[in-house]
């Protein structure tokens, strides 16, 4: 049974970097039919994608438009994770953060605040 | 905005049949599965079906979803009173290279 456990502050000043990582167990972050996603729930925005990486013979990641530029999903092979960093953070980023498969479980939700 | 569309609210009362529906286009529904979710009150989405029709193993068999074409559909029947939640359907999209998400459906069990 694969579970998702995520840690990481729930609280980032302005133009400051979100960090959030996802601990896999019951499953490997290198699996070759899995793709490991970070995803936002605000009520203004409702659930929003913000990206995934994925180990098919070589590593890959796709990210949402919308945070592009300033997104980082890199996994851990040595800890069986994967991490989330958001850069240059502003008060629109406040939402709940979650990990999953998405053909699968969810990690537990982590509300991030950005805020001085 | 959300590019896939659903009913913002639906009920039912106990033991009835509720649908919801899910439409898309032909990058993401037309063209890939969908999986539904379901969010209790302060709680994580769950997977509820994946790949259009599938249900995840502790899932009952009450829930059920279906596509055709650019559209989709859950389905819940025997509807019991721990089934009011927030429901989204989820799909990828082929020209956004990314997941996509439905508003959201707010079920009522009346």
């Known amino acids: 049974q694969v579970q998702l456990q995520q840690s990481g502050p729930g609280l980032v000043k302005p133009s400051q970097t979100l960090s959030l990582t996802c601990a896999i167990s019951?499953?490997?972050?290198?699996?070759?039919?899995?793709?490991w996603n970070w995803i936002r729930q605000s009520p203004s925005r409702g659930l929003e994608w913000l990206g995934r990486t994925y180990y098919r013979s070589k590593w890959h990641n796709d990210y949402a438009v919308s945070v592009k530029s300033r997104i980082s999903i890199k996994p851990d092979t040595s800890k069986n994770q994967f991490s989330l960093q958001l850069n240059s953070v502003t008060p629109e980023d406040t939402a709940v953060y979650y990990c999953?498969?998405?053909?699968?479980?969810w990690g537990q939700g982590t509300l991030v605040t950005v805020s001085s | 905005q959300s590019v896939l569309t659903q009913p913002p609210s639906a009920s039912g009362t106990p033991g009835q049949r509720v649908t919801i529906s899910c439409s898309g286009s032909t990058s993401n529904i037309g063209r890939n599965t969908v999986n539904w979710l379901q969010q209790l009150p302060g709680t994580a989405p769950k997977l509820l079906i994946y790949s259009n029709n599938q249900r995840p193993s502790g899932v009952p068999d009450r829930f059920s979803g279906s596509k055709s074409g650019t559209s989709a559909s859950l389905a819940i029947s025997g509807l019991q009173s721990e089934d009011e939640a927030d429901y989204y359907c989820?799909?990828?999209?082929?020209?956004?290279?990314?997941?996509?998400f439905g508003g959201g459906t707010k079920l009522t069990v009346l």
């Open positions: 989820a799909a990828w999209d082929d020209i956004l290279i990314g997941w996509l």
């Open positions: 019951g499953d490997s972050v290198s699996s070759k039919s899995a793709s």
């Open positions: 999953t498969n998405l053909d699968g479980p």
